[in-house]
């Protein structure tokens, strides 16, 4: 496949890359600003792109199998505008529907899975302040992916509440809309599994047009 993935800089987005290209696929990383990136594997085709803007996603997912979205609300540490989450699905969907690209994959947050009360996490009181700005951005970008995307085979992945580097160890349990936590009650998943369970789910879509999570 050939795989465009927006945000392939990030902490998540470099695990994409990296599952993709140890499979064999042929993938064009997008960063807003290429001299300034770090530097991928020499097999990635970077391009200058701007995942909020319909046109920039057009162009570079023209003639792709699959697009991934991986990029973050949170600031820039270059100083570059923050994006918003809502504002960068609305960019996909129309600029996937230009390029003519069902398939699309999207990196999601934890906090809207449910937790046992029925509430989303976000909304329990131990949930950060730090990070819920950044959790509604998410549950937000839920929403327009599932009353706005008609037409394209879309996929939300979300994470364990606990997501960090670690171990690629090649397992991991699904979800639906709930947490999903272990037996001592902990709900964890690596960048580098949840980077598996990515081009697993690319590879042999089981979740096109809805929410799934991910964790041990």
Same mark, same amino acid.
């Given at each position: 496949?050939?795989?465009?993935?927006?945000?392939?800089?990030?902490?998540?987005?470099?695990?994409?890359?990296?599952?993709?290209?140890?499979?064999?696929?042929?993938?064009?990383?997008?960063?807003?600003?290429p001299a300034t990136s770090e530097r991928l594997d020499?097999?990635?085709?970077?391009?200058?792109?701007?995942?909020?803007?319909?046109?920039?996603?057009?162009?570079?997912?023209?003639?792709?199998?699959?697009?991934?979205?991986?990029?973050s609300p949170r600031p820039s540490s270059r100083g570059?505008?923050?994006?918003?989450?809502?504002?960068?699905?609305?960019?996909?969907?129309?600029?996937?529907?230009?390029? &003519?690209?069902?398939?699309?994959?999207? #990196?999601? *947050?934890?906090?809207? /899975?449910? =937790?046992?009360?029925? @509430? %989303?996490?976000?909304?329990?009181?131990?949930?950060? &302040?730090?990070?819920?700005?950044?959790? #509604?951005? *998410?549950?937000?970008? /839920?929403? =327009?992916?599932?009353? @706005? %995307?008609?037409?394209?085979?879309?996929?939300?992945?979300?994470?364990?509440?606990?997501?960090?580097?670690?171990?690629?160890?090649?397992?991991?349990?699904?979800?639906?809309?709930?947490?999903?936590?272990?037996?001592?009650?902990?709900?964890?998943?690596?960048?580098?599994?949840?980077?598996?369970?990515?081009?697993?789910?690319l590879e042999e879509p089981k979740h096109a047009g809805?929410?799934?999570?991910?964790?041990?």
């Amino acid at each position: 496949m050939h795989i465009v993935v927006f945000g392939a800089t990030g902490n998540v987005g470099r695990r994409i890359v990296q599952e993709a290209l140890s499979r064999g696929h042929r993938v064009t990383g997008v960063v807003r600003d290429p001299a300034t990136s770090e530097r991928l594997d020499e097999r990635v085709t970077l391009a200058a792109g701007d995942a909020t803007d319909a046109a920039s996603v057009a162009g570079l997912a023209h003639g792709a199998d699959a697009v991934v979205s991986a990029i973050s609300p949170r600031p820039s540490s270059r100083g570059l505008p923050q994006p918003r989450l809502v504002d960068n699905v609305r960019a996909l969907i129309a600029g996937l529907r230009r390029a &003519d690209v069902a398939r699309v994959l999207y #990196v999601g *947050g934890a906090g809207s /899975l449910r =937790v046992a009360s029925g @509430e %989303a996490l976000l909304e329990q009181p131990e949930f950060p &302040d730090a990070y819920k700005a950044e959790a #509604v951005e *998410g549950r937000d970008a /839920l929403e =327009v992916w599932r009353t @706005e %995307a008609d037409g394209l085979a879309w996929t939300f992945l979300s994470p364990a509440a606990e997501f960090m580097p670690g171990e690629r160890t090649g397992r991991y349990r699904t979800t639906g809309d709930e947490l999903l936590a272990d037996g001592e009650g902990r709900s964890r998943i690596s960048y580098e599994d949840y980077a598996v369970a990515v081009l697993d789910e690319l590879e042999e879509p089981k979740h096109a047009g809805e929410r799934f999570g991910v964790a041990y």
